[in-house]
């Protein structure tokens, strides 16, 4: 018997030695099997199935030094955001989003087409809210993709295309811009690399400074492209007054994580419990709730939905049970009263509900509630201060899952192979 514990504690300690060595984060929920989500460092890709794996994609897997336990790199993004923000502010990011702005009243230009995929396609549509409404141009956002393989479009002189990507190498962005381009768009690019295709090729930069982003899921730039994307409207439409009241952003991010992060943390512990989460929110805040479900999925590995909130009162709302968890992003705005019924409904549902606010807590009673400072903040620049706490949220909820949040599953045996299969030249 001494024997085979000997063995067995061998054993067990040759495993746990493995697993440190290649910066495994266990996940066990609910007694369930194990699950590996691995953190290692790959060699240079090789050539396959007659396509040459493109250096941005290398980049993409290679960490030089990785982390295994707090603070990962996400939590570097999240603590430098605000500081970032105030580079943007008042540095040359601000000088060349006040020169598009300019150039989009020198040109007259009334159609305005944004361009990105995933983080940068939710940040496209928060931006079009702002160019909506403070500069009265007609402007929407659509998926990159779409946009340069179906679309037909209005096209000349009085059209721009701003295209987004945080590292400048997203393909089917850089198809998208060349393809307005060729249309005889004015092209500008938002990116936070400047040496990359996207930048080489546009007529005009905004370079947002930090570099690339060491996490795979981008935090950062979300908010970044938001606020570049809010100085040029302000420009456009010369609001001197928004741009002032956009100074006081990165004060307010500050404050809201010294003072909720305690709270972020105790919730995020019931949040690793739920079987699935359903965001919601109206207006520009309805790209909030789409970005923020895309993190918990790629970060915390929880499957989740994020959408408009008429969208979400319907199928969503009636496919919710006690096991599910619901976050609804609410603002003094037109779609407040119907947020705070959805709510509602969950509640009576059983869902665990949870409220991000921007002023007033609006949720009742059984209602977790975050609520952010937000006065002199227009409307259309609200999603840049409810998508702050819950970039933090989704770290803790991860880290209680025992996942390691910087990986997005590319050291488990299928996802590397799987996302290189898609996305063969990305960064």
Known sequence: MARCRAVVSMLWATARTFESKMGMQRINRWGKSDVYCGQLTFAKEERGRGMVQHRQMDDLFRWERGRSEHPYFMWDSIV????????CLGGAAAAQAKSVGERIRDNRI????????????????????????????DADA???????????????????AVALSHS????????????????????????????????????????????????????RSYLAALLNGYMMAAVAGGRQDLWNSLQRIPTLLERIRLEKEG??????????KASW?????????????????????????????????????????????????????????PSREKVAAFMNAARLIGCRVVEVAAGKLVGGRGVGGIMV????????????????????????????????PDMSRVGFPGYREALLAVMPSEG
């Open 277 to 333: 989460i359903l965001l919601a929110g109206g207006g520009p805040c309805a790209s909030v709730a789409s970005e923020i479900a895309l993190k918990f999925m790629e970060t915390a590995l929880i499957p989740a939905l994020g959408l408009e909130i008429e969208s979400a009162l319907r199928g969503p709302l009636l496919a919710a049970d006690p096991d599910t968890a619901v976050i609804a992003l609410s603002a003094p705005a």
């Open 373 to 404: 400072e937000a006065d002199q903040i227009h409307e259309c620049a609200m999603p840049v201060l409810l998508a702050y706490p819950l970039p933090i949220l989704v770290y803790w909820t991860a880290l209680a899952r025992r996942v390691n």
């Open 142 to 160: 659509y998926d990159a993709f779409e946009f340069a393989k179906y679309r037909r479009v209005e096209a000349g002189t009085a059209c721009m």
């Open 168 to 219: 400048g190498h997203t393909e089917p962005v850089v198809e998208a811009a060349e393809r307005a381009k060729r249309m005889g768009m004015l092209v500008v690019s938002l990116t936070e690399i400047e040496d990359s295709p996207l930048a080489e090729m546009a007529d005009m930069v905004i370079v947002a400074p930090g570099g690339r982003d060491r996490a795979l899921p981008h935090t």
């Open 110 to 137: 009334k159609r305005i087409y944004l361009l990105g995929c995933g983080t940068s396609r939710f940040a496209a549509v928060g931006i079009a809210h702002a160019m909506n409404s403070w500069a009265g141009l």
């Open 80 to 87: 430098q955001a605000p500081r970032l923000l105030r580079e």
């Open 263 to 272: 709270y972020l943390k105790e919730l995020a512990v019931d949040l690793s």
